[in-house]
């Protein structure tokens, strides 16, 4: 079964970037849509974003949209988070999951009931 890797994760400044990486060494990764979740805190696990197989279609949640992008490398088999304008409230441990799936592309969910393979996570911290 599909394991990924989530790498990319540290401390930054508000305003700082971060780009997070999802892999699955051993894996296709093009096999799996692929969402970006997180959970800071004392807080619930939130679904941020998500890619279909084929890249062309992604998903944002309000808390990220228009600072975040999403992106998928197939020939590297990676999928990435790219984090801009990063705010204190970004600070989470930050995991990427895979939902195997026919459909090349195609509306993604960030429910996290849709996604079975789930990584360790990454820690971001943002703070001055």
């Known amino acids: 079964q599909l394991q990924v890797v989530e790498s990319g994760g540290g401390l930054v400044q508000p305003g700082g970037s971060l780009r997070l990486s999802c892999a699955a060494p051993?894996?296709?990764?093009?096999?799996?849509?692929i969402g970006w979740f997180r959970q800071a805190p004392g807080k619930e696990r939130e679904g941020i974003s998500c890619i279909d197989r084929r890249g062309t279609t992604t998903k944002y949640g309000e808390s990220v949209k228009g600072r975040f992008t999403i992106s998928r490398d197939t020939p590297k088999n990676t999928v990435y988070l790219q984090m801009n304008s990063l705010k204190a409230n970004d600070t989470a441990v930050y995991y990427c999951?895979?939902?195997?799936?026919?459909?090349?592309?195609?509306?993604?969910?960030?429910?996290?009931?849709?996604?079975?393979?789930w990584g360790q996570g990454t820690e971001v911290t943002v703070s001055s």
């Open positions: 999951a895979g939902h195997l799936t026919w459909a090349l592309n195609g509306p993604c969910s960030v429910a996290i009931n849709d996604y079975r393979y």
């Open positions: 051993g894996f296709t990764l093009e096999n799996y849509v």
